[in-house]
C-alpha cells in the first residue's frame, strides 16, 4: 500500500491548512490511522491518531486545533489544522495500518508534506 499525501504549504500564523492522505494499492480498508511531524533537526513525533476502535488521540497540545478523520469509502485520511503557529513548522507524514481485501494487514508510511507557518 502506498500513501501520498498533500495539503502542506505556506501559512501566516493563526492560519488553518487540511492535510490529506490518500492510499493506492491492495487496500479494503484502515485499522488505525495518525500524522506524524519532523521539525528541523528534531526527531518524528506524534501529533494525533485514530485508532481502530473511532477513538482520537492528540500530542503536545494539539487537541483543540488539530482534527484527524478518514474517509474508508476514499481511503483518505485527513488532518484538519487551527490557529498554526510557528512552532507548527514541519515535515508531516500520515501512517496508516491497512487491511487487504484477504484479511492481510500492513502498516504504512507517507512520503511527508511540509507545512511552514511563517509571517
Known amino acids: 500500500v502506498q500513501l501520498q499525501a498533500s495539503g502542506g504549504g505556506l501559512v501566516q500564523p493563526g492560519g488553518s491548512l487540511n492535510l490529506s492522505c490518500t492510499a493506492s494499492g491492495n487496500i479494503w480498508t484502515f485499522n488505525g490511522v495518525a500524522w506524524y511531524r519532523q521539525g528541523s533537526g528534531r526527531q518524528r513525533e506524534l501529533v494525533a491518531e485514530?485508532?481502530?476502535?473511532?477513538?482520537?488521540n492528540y500530542a503536545f497540545g494539539a487537541k483543540g486545533r488539530y482534527a484527524v478523520s478518514k474517509d474508508d469509502t476514499k481511503h483518505t485520511i485527513y488532518l484538519r489544522m487551527n490557529n498554526l503557529k510557528p512552532a507548527d513548522t514541519a515535515v508531516y507524514y500520515c501512517w496508516a495500518e491497512t487491511i487487504a481485501f484477504d484479511g492481510t494487514q500492513g502498516r504504512s508510511w507517507g512520503q511527508g508534506t511540509l507545512v511552514t507557518v511563517s509571517s
Open positions: 485514530l485508532t481502530a476502535r473511532g477513538s482520537s
